[in-house]
């Protein structure tokens, strides 16, 4: 079993920004692919960015030059850097990392951009 715990969202202004983490814990040792996954209301859950175990990122298109994902595989977390954000951002961000056996969700954190 992998836990996953997400923190960093809360309430921004149009065009600021926010950085989410998301530290891993439990059986760790076989954490391949990391990624944050969002939730609009009244949406459907999609990818945002993926990072793999040797660091190769891929973007959904509404982030590319906005978001950046990275890891630290020393300290078993993900982040996203959340930049220009805008009001579609808005949504339930969740971290979701595999391992050779499983896929595993965290529990999500409210990201609200608003003026």
């Known amino acids: 079993q992998v836990q996953l715990v997400e923190s960093g969202g809360g309430l921004v202004q149009p065009g600021g920004s926010l950085g989410l983490s998301c530290v891993a814990s439990g059986n760790i040792f076989s954490i391949n692919t990391m990624a944050w996954y969002r939730q609009a209301p009244g949406k459907q859950r999609e990818l945002v960015a993926l990072i793999t175990r040797g660091g190769s990122t891929s973007y959904a298109d509404s982030g590319k030059g906005r978001f950046t994902i990275s890891r630290d595989n020393a300290k078993n977390t993900v982040y996203l850097q959340l930049n220009i954000l805008k009001p579609e951002d808005t949504a339930v961000y969740y971290c979701?990392?595999?391992?050779?056996?499983?896929?595993?969700w965290g529990q999500g954190t409210q990201v609200t951009v608003s003026s």
């Open positions: 979701w990392v595999t391992t050779s056996a499983n896929a595993y």
